[in-house]
Each structure stands twice: as structure tokens, then as C-alpha cells.
């Protein structure tokens, strides 16, 4: 290893370096391995090394080590580090030199000009002026047909929609029926799909968490897709729900050790995000509720979210978890930020969106899940940390 090859980040020292403060980087070194980082020191200096880290461990490591010392300056190094916002990461370490290495497009800027970002959408009429919802409708739970509800609303009135509709795979719901042809279906989803469009802010998303049946072969996240790219949203995002779970008979190979007919297993879920006529969505920071930590860990798109257990309790076949929930309203919306969600269940959406203090409408036909969601919004005190889900 070249010392080129490290990232130098320098405390000086008011004294000179104490016998105490040797051995701590000494135990430093011993601690970590050289490739990644190491310390040294020249009389009045403490110098660190840095390529890779695990900043978690190396934060241990010095409040370890310096527990007795009088004046910590390794406390300053800690904080040297965090003042770094540009790293890569490498197997769930930091890494701060030659990450960027393979960002070779020159006139980055100029070629996606040429190429024109989400070109599909740019052609869109969606009005920019945008509607408080009607009273009646903010924090409600409504039982009916979001298709019929949704048209006694106007344009451009809601944040936030973040739902997952019914796949069509055959489960027991209260008041609706699963397992209809799949042009019916398709046909339905669309038709709700198209007043949430309209519904929307300018600005504003949504986010439709679904998974395909893969054994019907319909890869209905696509077309989910390619329906909102052609009513001119822009696809913004796509998340992986990591449930890591198997769901499906552990002898379904399709065909066992040949490739005649292989049938592949999936243990996730897809979360598709959709913006209306701008990907920013106007809000005042004050009311942003999402941690720098929070932030930092949820833009990588692949969440591992255990699916929801007590499916049981709530009596209804499909939940999902508070937690996707309440990653989706931090991430996205504002405090104050009207949601809605047009397949709402037994309100998954409505109570994470109360707790978290924003407005919210929630829709479903059956009127059983609207009474449940009701219940889970009683007692609920706002701003609840959901940090122990
Ligand atoms: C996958 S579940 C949603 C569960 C919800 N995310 C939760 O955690 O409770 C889909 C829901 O859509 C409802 N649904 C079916 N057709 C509907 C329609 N036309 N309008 C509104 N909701 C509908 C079903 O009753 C079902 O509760």
C-alpha cells in the first residue's frame, strides 16, 4: 500500500504526543487491518490513513481505548471523518478513495440533455395549481369504491397516495373478489389508478407496493408501470421489499434439475414511485421527519422489512407492515401532507400517517376493515416513534 493510497486527516496537538495517546494508536492499529486505515503521528500531530471503514466499529474502538483520557483528541478525529459527505461503500464499510474511479463520462450534464430525462413525461397537461381537499374528506376512513369516491374529488388535492391494491391471487378478502380474469382486473386497478393521478398534487407521488404472480406469469409491477409512463408520470423510483421469506411450496421447482421449465422463487416484493409533472415536491423543512441516519440507510433501495405477522389479530388477509409505511410518509411527504390510500385495508397507511402527523384519507369497500381501521386510529397520539416496530 502506497500512502497515496489513503485519505490523510490530520489533528494537531496543543502538546506533545503523551505515552497514553501512543498506546491508544498503537491498540488502533492492532484493531484494524492496515489495508483500510492505520495511524501514526509526528510530535504535535495525530495522522489518519483513511481508505475503508466501518465507522460503527472505529467509534467503539476509541471511546474503548480512551476512556481515562484527560483531553481526547481522538474525539476530533471521529469528527473529522463524519465532516465527510462524498464516500463509496464497500461491503457495508466506508470507503473514501478511488470510489469514483469508474465515473468516466465527461459533459456528463450536456449528454443527458441530449438525451432528454424521463422524455415520456414531458409532454404531460396536469395543471400546476393545486386544491386544499375538501373537509369532509381529510382524515376520514370511507368505505366504498375508490374509483366512485375518488371522482367526488378535485384535481391536484392529495400528497402522498402510498397503497397496495389486491394482487388478483385468489385470497379471502371480506367484500371483494380475487381471482378474476386478469384483463377485469387490469381493468379495474387502471380505472382507480387514473383518479389518483388526477387527485395528485402537482408534485406530488405515489408509491404502489405490489408482486406479481409469478406462476400466472403477469408481470403486473411492468404494467403497473408502463400504464402510469403513459399517462405521463414520471417512474422515479423502484424499491425492493426484502421480506426474506418463502411463500411458495419448497418442492415447486418446475422442472427438478433440468432447464426444459425451471421455476424461480422470490423472497421480495416491489415498491414503484411515480412523480406528477416534477420530481420536487414543494413542503417547508421544518416539517421534514426523516434523521440523517434514517435518510442515509433508506435511499439504498433494497429494504429488508419483515412481512406483518399479525395478520391474524387484524383479521384481514394481506397487510403490510407499519414500518413500510412509515419509511414510505418519512421519505417522501411532509408533515401536514395530505396521504391517501385508495385500497386501505384495515388502514396500515391511515394510522402510520396520524402517528406521524400527517392528514390522511383511507378507502376500502368492506365495511369490517374501515371499522378496524377506525379502531387503530382511536388513542393514537401523533408523532409516535415507531422505532421499536
Ligand atoms: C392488499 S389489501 C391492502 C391492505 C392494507 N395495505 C393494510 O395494510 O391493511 C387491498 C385492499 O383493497 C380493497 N379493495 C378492493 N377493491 C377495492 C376498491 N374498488 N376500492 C377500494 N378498495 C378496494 C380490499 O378490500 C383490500 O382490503
Same mark, same amino acid.
Given at each position: 500500500?502506497?500512502?497515496?493510497?489513503?485519505?490523510?486527516?490530520?489533528?494537531?496537538?496543543?502538546?506533545?504526543?503523551?505515552?497514553?495517546?501512543?498506546?491508544?494508536?498503537?491498540?488502533?492499529?492492532?484493531?484494524?487491518?492496515?489495508?483500510?486505515?492505520?495511524?501514526?503521528?509526528?510530535?504535535?500531530?495525530?495522522?489518519?490513513?483513511?481508505?475503508?471503514?466501518?465507522?460503527?466499529?472505529?467509534?467503539?474502538?476509541?471511546?474503548?481505548?480512551?476512556?481515562?483520557?484527560?483531553?481526547?483528541?481522538?474525539?476530533?478525529?471521529?469528527?473529522?471523518?463524519?465532516?465527510?459527505?462524498?464516500?463509496?461503500?464497500?461491503?457495508?464499510?466506508?470507503?473514501?478513495?478511488?470510489?469514483?474511479?469508474?465515473?468516466?463520462?465527461?459533459?456528463?450534464?450536456?449528454?443527458?440533455?441530449?438525451?432528454?430525462? !424521463?422524455?415520456?413525461?414531458?409532454? !404531460?397537461?396536469?395543471?400546476?395549481?393545486?386544491?386544499?381537499?375538501?373537509?369532509?374528506?381529510?382524515?376520514?376512513?370511507?368505505?366504498?369504491?375508490?374509483?366512485?369516491?375518488?371522482?367526488?374529488?378535485?384535481?391536484?388535492?392529495?400528497d402522498l397516495v402510498f397503497t397496495s391494491?389486491?394482487?388478483?391471487?385468489?385470497?379471502?378478502?371480506?367484500? !371483494?373478489?380475487?381471482?378474476?380474469?386478469?384483463?377485469?382486473?387490469?381493468?379495474?386497478?387502471?380505472?382507480?389508478?387514473?383518479?389518483?393521478?388526477?387527485?395528485?398534487?402537482?408534485?406530488?407521488r405515489?408509491v404502489i407496493n405490489?408482486?406479481?404472480?409469478?406462476?400466472?406469469?403477469?408481470?403486473?409491477?411492468?404494467?403497473?408501470?408502463?400504464?402510469?409512463?403513459?399517462?405521463?408520470?414520471?417512474?422515479?423510483n423502484?424499491i425492493i421489499w426484502e421480506k426474506?421469506?418463502?411463500?411458495?411450496?419448497?418442492?415447486?421447482?418446475?422442472?427438478?434439475?433440468?432447464?426444459?421449465?425451471?421455476?424461480?422463487?422470490?423472497?421480495?416484493e416491489?415498491l414503484?414511485v411515480?412523480?406528477?409533472?416534477?420530481?420536487?415536491?414543494?413542503g417547508?423543512?421544518?416539517n421534514a421527519d426523516i434523521t440523517a441516519d434514517e435518510f442515509k440507510e433508506w435511499v439504498l433501495a433494497k429494504w429488508s422489512i419483515a412481512p406483518e405477522r399479525k395478520?391474524?389479530?387484524f383479521?384481514?388477509?394481506?397487510m403490510f407492515p407499519e414500518k413500510l409505511a412509515d419509511r414510505i410518509l418519512k421519505l417522501f411527504s411532509f408533515k401536514g401532507d395530505i396521504i391517501l390510500d385508495?385500497?386501505n385495508g384495515v388502514g396500515t397507511t391511515t394510522k402510520v400517517a396520524k402517528e406521524t402527523g400527517r392528514r390522511y384519507?383511507g378507502?376500502?369497500?368492506?365495511?369490517?376493515?374501515?371499522?378496524?381501521s377506525?379502531?387503530r386510529l382511536?388513542?393514537i397520539s401523533p408523532q409516535k416513534k415507531l422505532s421499536d416496530l
Amino acid at each position: 500500500m502506497k500512502k497515496e493510497d489513503y485519505k490523510k486527516i490530520e489533528i494537531k496537538l496543543v502538546e506533545e504526543i503523551s505515552e497514553e495517546e501512543n498506546e491508544v494508536i498503537k491498540e488502533v492499529n492492532n484493531s484494524f487491518s492496515k489495508e483500510d486505515l492505520f495511524l501514526e503521528f509526528e510530535k504535535k500531530k495525530i495522522i489518519l490513513n483513511l481508505k475503508l471503514i466501518d465507522l460503527d466499529k472505529f467509534k467503539e474502538k476509541i471511546n474503548e481505548l480512551t476512556k481515562g483520557l484527560s483531553n481526547n483528541q481522538f474525539l476530533e478525529l471521529i469528527k473529522e471523518i463524519e465532516k465527510i459527505k462524498s464516500y463509496g461503500l464497500k461491503s457495508g464499510k466506508r470507503l473514501y478513495v478511488g470510489y469514483n474511479k469508474e465515473r468516466k463520462v465527461k459533459d456528463r450534464k450536456k449528454k443527458a440533455q441530449a438525451r432528454e430525462l !424521463h422524455y415520456y413525461a414531458n409532454d !404531460h397537461d396536469f395543471p400546476k395549481e393545486n386544491n386544499e381537499i375538501p373537509k369532509g374528506y381529510e382524515n376520514k376512513i370511507i368505505c366504498g369504491d375508490s374509483e366512485e369516491v375518488l371522482k367526488k374529488l378535485p384535481d391536484n388535492c392529495v400528497d402522498l397516495v402510498f397503497t397496495s391494491p389486491p394482487y388478483n391471487f385468489g385470497l379471502d378478502y371480506e367484500n !371483494h373478489d380475487d381471482g378474476v380474469h386478469w384483463e377485469k382486473y387490469i381493468e379495474k386497478l387502471f380505472a382507480v389508478f387514473k383518479e389518483c393521478i388526477r387527485v395528485l398534487k402537482y408534485g406530488g407521488r405515489i408509491v404502489i407496493n405490489v408482486q406479481p404472480l409469478y406462476s400466472d406469469y403477469i408481470p403486473i409491477h411492468h404494467m403497473i408501470t408502463n400504464f402510469f409512463i403513459q399517462n405521463k408520470m414520471i417512474w422515479r423510483n423502484e424499491i425492493i421489499w426484502e421480506k426474506n421469506n418463502y411463500n411458495c411450496k419448497y418442492t415447486a421447482w418446475g422442472s427438478w434439475k433440468s432447464p426444459s421449465k425451471p421455476y424461480l422463487k422470490y423472497t421480495w416484493e416491489f415498491l414503484e414511485v411515480f412523480s406528477k409533472g416534477d420530481l420536487k415536491h414543494p413542503g417547508d423543512s421544518k416539517n421534514a421527519d426523516i434523521t440523517a441516519d434514517e435518510f442515509k440507510e433508506w435511499v439504498l433501495a433494497k429494504w429488508s422489512i419483515a412481512p406483518e405477522r399479525k395478520m391474524k389479530d387484524f383479521g384481514h388477509p394481506a397487510m403490510f407492515p407499519e414500518k413500510l409505511a412509515d419509511r414510505i410518509l418519512k421519505l417522501f411527504s411532509f408533515k401536514g401532507d395530505i396521504i391517501l390510500d385508495p385500497f386501505n385495508g384495515v388502514g396500515t397507511t391511515t394510522k402510520v400517517a396520524k402517528e406521524t402527523g400527517r392528514r390522511y384519507l383511507g378507502i376500502d369497500p368492506s365495511k369490517e376493515y374501515c371499522e378496524k381501521s377506525e379502531e387503530r386510529l382511536k388513542n393514537i397520539s401523533p408523532q409516535k416513534k415507531l422505532s421499536d416496530l
